[in-house]
């Protein structure tokens, strides 16, 4: 029931982006104002790193025995994954009838497909009690649909790197120059390590608006150390263990979700012990994920490993880069890609490619935008990588797997394709 829903209002109003908020405001306005019946709210934007900060805060939230409501996109594998209800993934028959409400308020009117589900996530989260509400953007902040709240408890910037040009603009001062639109006068915000280009238009957007703001390597840092990580801000220093999620750069994902914390009074402050226990049982799928069980890993021979990543720009490949140098230099890695037409695709290759030994490149199932196999490749071949296509992840694994030697294949280049992986190997 609930696709069919979801078909019919994509149809209704086309999968495109357009920028505004006067059509979600009307609707909003239509139902009563649900985003004004919101518990607590933490807004994050920025390029990379946001759905893993959420993840962070979310889990440290429960661990303190709040009721949490989430808001992410885009999803893996559901719809409904974007919407946690106090906690729990929204049941989909309610889902669908909240979807029918919506739609029955709009009345006809325009509206884009995100900006009737962002609606239907408030109005979700409006009849439950819960104490704090995670909203993530989907694209941009200023002119983005769950940008319509007077005032957030806080905001979160994660690092602003290059992404969706087309829509936010070609350099960091401009891509920066959205993201702040969430912030609000007054409201505290914190912010993880930004390039300067960014940190000047954020710096300046927080003293126009009188926003305290709380900066990484000013503020609060992070530093590595053996089984886990310090955390300092101000007089308080922590040591933390190793977050759930892998690689160096969840290090700083877990402290921006710590610092945010900090600046939560009366709504989360909790203790050491329970920061540690939300850092460890945090989860988010598709984030340097080991896919040990399904049919997918079960075709590689004993004792090689299968991993997913969804990252798709050039910031996530250097991370996945960092990663592979840091944590894997004992085997070969071998990559299997997609991506779509509107990503970097040589800069996502580019810092990979030294440490790749060879590469399959796919079209990503159902998506207009996905680039060919051969497009995959030719991108990557530009970046130095050994790259051929494939008709099909499994069709790359079944080649990959042939080797003598295989020892790492990660899937990579789009949280599309991630999405279809999990949904293949159930």
């Given at each position: 029931m609930i696709d069919a829903t979801l078909e019919r209002l994509k149809g209704l109003h086309p999968k495109v982006i357009d920028l505004a908020l006067d059509r979600i405001l009307l609707?909003?306005?239509?139902?009563g104002q649900p985003e004004r019946r919101l518990p607590p709210v933490v807004h994050v934007a920025g390029t990379n790193g946001k759905g893993s900060t959420l993840a962070y805060l979310r889990s440290i939230a429960e661990a303190a025995g709040l009721d949490v409501h989430v808001y992410?996109?885009?999803?893996?594998?559901?719809?409904?994954?974007?919407?946690?209800?106090?906690?729990?993934?929204?049941?989909e028959a309610t889902l669908?009838?909240?979807?029918?409400f919506c739609e029955e308020k709009n009345a006809g009117r325009p509206i884009t497909f995100f900006e009737i589900t962002t609606a239907a996530a408030f109005l979700a989260f409006a009849r439950r009690p819960a104490g704090l509400c995670l909203l993530e953007t989907g694209l941009g902040g200023r002119f983005d649909a769950t940008n319509v709240l007077d005032g957030p408890a806080l905001t979160v910037l994660t690092p602003v790197s290059l992404d969706h040009q087309a829509f936010l603009g070609d350099t960091l001062a401009a891509i920066a120059g959205e993201k702040v639109g969430i912030l609000k006068p007054g409201v505290p915000c914190v912010s993880a390590r930004q390039e300067p280009e960014a940190l000047a238009v954020i710096a300046a957007e927080a003293e126009a608006l009188g926003v305290p703001l709380f900066l990484e390597d000013r503020d609060w840092r992070v530093e590595p150390i053996s089984g886990g990580f310090r955390f300092i801000m101000g007089a308080e220093v922590l040591s933390l263990p190793a977050p759930a999620l892998p690689g160096t750069?969840?290090?700083?994902?877990?402290?921006?979700?710590v610092a945010a914390t900090r600046l939560l009074a009366n709504v989360l402050v909790p203790p050491p012990a329970v920061l540690a226990a939300g850092l460890r049982q945090a989860e988010w799928p598709a984030?340097?994920?080991?896919?040990?069980?399904?049919?997918l890993p079960t075709r590689l021979p004993a004792g090689a490993e299968l991993w997913l990543d969804g990252g798709h720009n050039p910031s996530a490949g250097q991370a996945l880069a960092r990663f592979i140098a840091e944590s894997w230099p004992d085997r070969p890695v071998d990559l299997i890609a997609g991506m779509l037409d509107t990503k970097d695709s040589r800069g996502f290759f580019a810092p990979l490619a030294p440490l790749?030994?060879?590469?399959?490149?796919?079209?990503?199932?159902?998506?207009?935008?996905?680039?060919?196999?051969?497009?995959?490749?030719?991108?990557?071949r530009d970046e130095g990588l050994a790259a051929e296509p494939s008709a099909s992840v499994a069709a790359a694994l079944a080649a990959l797997a042939r080797a003598p030697d295989v020892g790492r294949i990660l899937i990579c280049g789009s949280l599309y394709l991630a999405g279809t992986v999990l949904a293949e190997n159930g």
């Open positions: 609707l909003l306005a239509a139902l992410t996109s885009p999803h893996l594998v559901r719809f409904a994954e974007r919407i946690r209800v106090a906690g729990q993934i929204v049941d669908d009838g909240i979807l029918a750069h969840q290090i700083h994902n877990a402290g921006l979700a984030r340097l994920q080991r896919l040990r069980r399904g049919p790749i030994r060879r590469m399959k490149g796919v079209a990503i199932p159902g998506e207009v935008h996905s680039r060919s196999a051969e497009q995959v490749c030719a991108a990557a």
